[in-house]
């Protein structure tokens, strides 16, 4: 069966980082594009971060762009998200999703596989 398992979260200090890890099997990953969302309590699912199947693109939310990254392995079945200079307000469960549409759409509904989910608090 299809999984995604996001790992790597937990709590981080304002100013600091985190490598969010999602690996992927049970379909053929390297024809889905990738894409990283978050949702804080009472707010709607947010597109974070998206990479194009072989990687060639990305796209990144205003909000994080320059201190978020997004990269693929392709061999390892594995997207990652790097976080640096993480703010309180980064704080949400981070969910990685597959879809086939490659063109790094920010709509949840564009992706059809969904990790379980996993904390990302920034506090002191």
């Known amino acids: 069966q299809v999984h995604l398992v996001e790992s790597g979260g937990g709590l981080v200090q304002p100013g600091g980082s985190l490598r969010l890890s999602c690996a992927a099997s049970?379909?053929?990953?390297?024809?889905?594009?990738i894409g990283w969302f978050r949702q804080a309590p009472g707010k709607e699912r947010e597109g974070v971060s998206f990479?194009?199947?072989?990687?060639?693109?990305?796209f990144h939310t205003d909000s994080v762009k320059g201190r978020f990254t997004i990269s693929r392995d392709n061999g390892n079945n594995t997207s990652y998200l790097q976080m640096n200079s993480l703010k309180p307000e980064d704080t949400a469960v981070y969910y990685c999703?597959?879809?086939?549409?490659?063109?790094?759409?920010?709509?949840?509904?564009?992706?059809?596989?969904w990790g379980q989910g996993i904390q990302v608090t920034v506090s002191s």
């Open positions: 049970g379909f053929n990953f390297v024809y889905y594009a």
């Open positions: 990479i194009s199947s072989t990687g060639g693109r990305t």
């Open positions: 999703a597959a879809g086939l549409d490659d063109f790094l759409d920010t709509r949840p509904g564009a992706y059809e596989y």
